[in-house]
């Protein structure tokens, strides 16, 4: 399964025509939020592949064409709260990131987050009891606690991410928000007992098989 992972900044390329030939192959696109709504519209329409995300702090409404407020991307499925099946895996995925700000959408505080991350637990549990794991991808806007996390208030990560990794061990979590030029000397790449943590920004290819996950 060759999935393209995208999150918080526009890449020049992949709004354009060059998408069709830099992109051959990928099965499945994930966004990890913060990006326009007409930008995942394109990448939707001309990969016309699953496309699946979660929302992050900077997402906002557009004005169509005709005047009417847009609030989501057509050809994608939000998976907040969700435990999905497509492709041959499961997801579930986790908007927002970390309150700084009162009154705004997508924002938590730490404890919010866990309480919201506590609903995926039912789907999770008989697949994690008999499979050994929850899911296989999950799928965040702001990272775990203390993993490529920041140190300020809006971009530290959430504890509730740990808590599903360690509890529901899935293969792979992805996640934006912290861009990796605020840590240029960090791969964005970290192994947590059964789950390989990818900061996507602001894009990657991953490749998943039955034994190993690729990261270009």
């Known amino acids: 399964m060759k999935i393209l992972a995208v999150s918080d900044e526009v890449v020049d390329w992949l ?7 830099r992109c051959a192959g990928v099965e499945m696109v994930i966004s990890c939020g913060d990006l326009p709504i007409w930008y995942l519209e394109f990448i939707s329409s001309a990969l016309n592949v699953p496309c699946l995300l979660v929302k992050g702090n900077h997402d906002k409404n557009e004005i169509g064409e005709n005047g009417v407020v847009r609030t989501d991307a057509p050809g994608w499925v939000n998976l907040d709260r969700k435990r999905i099946h497509e492709n041959g895996l499961t997801l579930a995925g986790l908007q927002g990131c970390m309150r700084y700000t009162l009154d705004v959408p997508f924002q938590y505080e730490d404890q919010e987050q866990r309480l919201r991350a506590y609903t995926l637990a039912p789907a999770m549990l008989l697949p994690r009891l008999v499979q050994g794991r929850g899911l296989d991808i999950l799928v965040t806007h702001s990272p775990a606690h203390g993993i490529h996390d920041g140190t300020d208030r809006a971009h530290i990560g959430f504890s509730a991410f740990n808590w599903l990794i360690a509890n529901f061990r899935p293969r792979l979590m992805v996640h934006g928000h912290q861009h990796r030029n605020y840590g240029p000397k960090s791969s964005g790449i970290t192994k947590v007992d059964k ?3 990818v900061n996507v920004h602001p894009y990657r290819f991953i490749t998943l098989n039955e034994l190993e ?3 270009a």
């Open 15 to 21: 709004y354009s025509p060059a998408i069709a030939s």
């Open 195 to 197: 789950t390989l943590i």
């Open 213 to 215: 996950i690729d990261i």
